[in-house]
């Protein structure tokens, strides 16, 4: 008995320490299908988080007919249980999915060798086009900048920005991908809860935007990355390895003109793919004002408070004399101190902006967030993604990045048996 573990880095090691007969672990899909290709263990055990791990075992177990897989998931749906058994898929629970697969395993199992085998050159072919089909699906997360901002202090737009570049930061990775992400403070600093505090960095390393001016042209990536934070390397969660931070000065108002913010932008585009800009209520600031100018997305979070909708519609109004592209924003409705948020609208808000689009759920009040803030260790929206507020993070970061086009791997996975069909037809 031997097997290969596929998950999130701390998922195989739950088996290795387990000791389990683990022969081959990988934390992306690629390389999953590499160790399925050269290993000869008869246990498979999936374990990425949500529609990726269902779509990467129902793929593998439909082309490798000598395997047994185990997917690792949370709440099962029928229509989950039925696609499984129809591919001999079982199904494990997360929490207990060691326990789980030892005891499956242990138990009287069927031969695999009777079971009809795929021709390795369908094999391969099935592989490379699930390979194409997500490569072409996440290939419109490239290259953007969102800019964050809120005519309003305190109201949620720090937790928002770094919160969504957390979970890109860590969703890209999970799958497998080299994006980088990084994000700009561009509001001064208060006595509020700050970037450093939701990224769960300790404020102690002396870099800020002030080190840029000294650039010249084009620096390396070698450059670039000394003058930022690594937040990966600096909270040792190896899943934001590529989430960066640049802070701002404590006199950034002072200091940061629109000229420098808007070089500092232009090399950040340069070299990640994703940027996020955390703005100060005033737009007075040259810095702020050039960020929300030439950001292609702009997040405008709204709090149902009547004096902020209205703030938020003076900013609509003057946005031509500003110039600031009316069709760049879009509206985040936070309701951070209202449990019956749920209930809410944003279409309401929407037109009341002048029919600004809403973008990802409404983000409800969640009152374990100031405790998991306060507690240390992973960001809040890591340590409870199924939080009120984590779980509203992640639709909303996958609004803004075009989550919906995995629909596109979705339809290519369930055609798959047709494909494998023809193949063997055409033999």
Known sequence: MAFLVFGDREFPDRFLKAGLPVVGVAHDTASALG???ASTAEDVVVGFPGFEGEEFAFHAAELYRDRRFYLACDRPTAELWARAAALGVQLVS?????????????????????????DPEVLTEADAEYQTAKAIALRTLKHQRIAVYCPSGGKGKTAITASLATVAAAWTKRKGLEYKVCVVEGAPPTQQQSIWDWLQVPETVPV???????????????????LLVNVGSVSRVSDLVNLYFLPPPRNLADVVSGETMLRVLGILDQYFDLVVVDLPPDLRYNAALVAVQTSPVVLLVVTPERPVVKQCQTVVNQAPRLQINLSALRLALNCPHSPAA?????????????????????IPHDPDL???????????????????????????????????????VEKRRRSLLAFLKRRLAAQ
């Open 370 to 408: 100031v405790a998991l803030l306060n507690k240390g260790g992973l960001p809040p929206v890591l340590a409870k993604p199924d939080g009120p507020f984590g779980r509203a993070m992640w639709q909303l970061t996958g609004a803004v990045l075009g989550h919906e086009i995995f629909q596109g």
């Open 208 to 226: 800020d935007i002030t080190a840029w001016g000294k650039t010249e042209g084009l620096p390396g990536w070698d450059a670039v990355e000394r």
């Open 35 to 37: 160790h399925l290709k």
């Open 342 to 362: 749920v209930s809410l609208d944003p279409r309401k808000y929407s037109e009341a902006l002048g029919g600004i689009p809403a973008i990802g759920p409404v």
């Open 94 to 118: 997360r929490r207990t999915a060691v326990e789980d697969v030892r005891r499956a395993a242990t138990s009287p199992r069927g031969s695999l060798t009777n079971r009809e085998s795929v």
